[in-house]
């Protein structure tokens, strides 16, 4: 019996099992979809697809630099259980999928699935995993720095957080030590603050228009209880002082420096640059955080109790 894409397509759909597996399975039983499930199953490849309607949401982010190309990448993978996330082999396999990410700068997620690694897909690493660990893992995102800038990773608490920088770096202070403790700083700085925007000019024109509207909402409902209300030509100025603390809030650039706050980040970067007597530019940087944004699910005992009994 023949098979076609399609068929395959609708094989991974029901079954949740890589596209490369699904198309031997059909090849293996002659197109019969019945017999290619039963086949899948035997290989327990079936198996690692029910877990994968399981919510994964703790693992971990790994960020890493290579010490002799310069190139970086950060990648965030989830798992079931913070128990996992601390296993030594999963951290391992978090961290070689972040070479990969490094060394064979795939496109996207299924792209990187389709990448070499140990001799395997990486798609098919990731099932042996979800098998011999016995939890839905998934992989999340990923970033990659080339080596057109200098790049430095910084992790947060076993990889909770893993921040990548890139900054752009006069030649003659390139590889200077102090040059990558900056970086680890702003990484520091990132993972801590959590910035929502790089820089105040990349506050686009919708987010700042609506903080606007809520400040002079702010300024009018205080200027009704003041002693001396001030006219509102006035309330607009001070409308438009307090955006630039939004912006020292938000804008990582303009955020007071975590290790000495009476400076920005903006200026402590030149300020190093200076002293280095070079130029120093924060070109991008990217934050993960493990988790963030999946919705966990809640156990309630309780309510599980209390439906039966009314059963």
Avoid: W
């Avoid at 703790?58 to 296993?87: H, L, R, W, Y």
């Avoid at 900054?167 to 200077?176: A, E, F, M, Y």
């Avoid at 706050?261 to 955080?289: M, T």
């Amino acid at each position: 019996m023949a098979f076609t894409a399609a068929d395959v397509k609708k094989l991974r759909e029901m079954t949740g099992v890589g596209m490369m597996d699904c198309k031997n399975a059909l090849k293996e039983t002659d197109g019969d979809f019945d017999k290619a499930i039963e086949h899948l199953r035997e290989k327990g490849l079936a198996k690692a697809a029910k877990k994968a309607g399981r919510i994964a949401a703790e693992g971990m982010v790994c960020a890493k630099v290579c010490p002799e190309c310069g190139v970086g990448g950060i990648i965030e993978v989830n798992s079931e259980t913070d128990f996992v996330a601390k296993n030594a082999d999963f951290q391992k396999f978090v961290s070689d999928l972040a070479s990969v990410v490094m060394q064979q700068n795939p496109a996207d997620v299924d792209a990187l699935k389709a990448c070499q690694m140990d001799g395997q897909t990486v798609e098919a690493a990731l099932q042996e995993k979800v098998l011999t660990i016995g939890e839905n893992i998934q992989i999340r995102r990923f970033a990659r720095y080339d080596d057109s800038t200098v790049n430095v990773s910084y992790t947060h608490a076993g990889g909770v957080i893993g921040v990548l920088v890139a900054l752009r770096v006069s030649d003659n202070i390139k590889g200077n030590a102090t040059v990558l403790e900056l970086g680890k700083d702003i990484g520091m700085q990132a993972a801590a603050m959590n910035p929502s925007f790089m820089d105040k000019s990349d506050v686009d024109e919708t987010t700042l228009a609506k903080e606007k509207e809520i400040l002079l909402a702010q300024a009018l409902e205080e200027n009704k209880t003041a002693a001396k209300p001030k006219p509102e030509q006035i309330i607009h100025k001070m409308v438009d002082g307090r955006i630039g603390k939004y912006y020292e809030e938000n804008c990582l650039l303009q955020q007071a420096f975590v290790k000495e706050n009476k400076v920005s980040v903006e200026k402590h970067i030149a300020e190093v640059a200076k002293s280095l007597g070079g130029e120093i530019e924060l070109v991008k940087y990217v934050r993960f955080e493990k988790g963030e944004g999946i919705e966990k699910k809640v156990d309630d005992f309780a309510a599980e109790v209390a439906s039966m009994a009314k059963q």
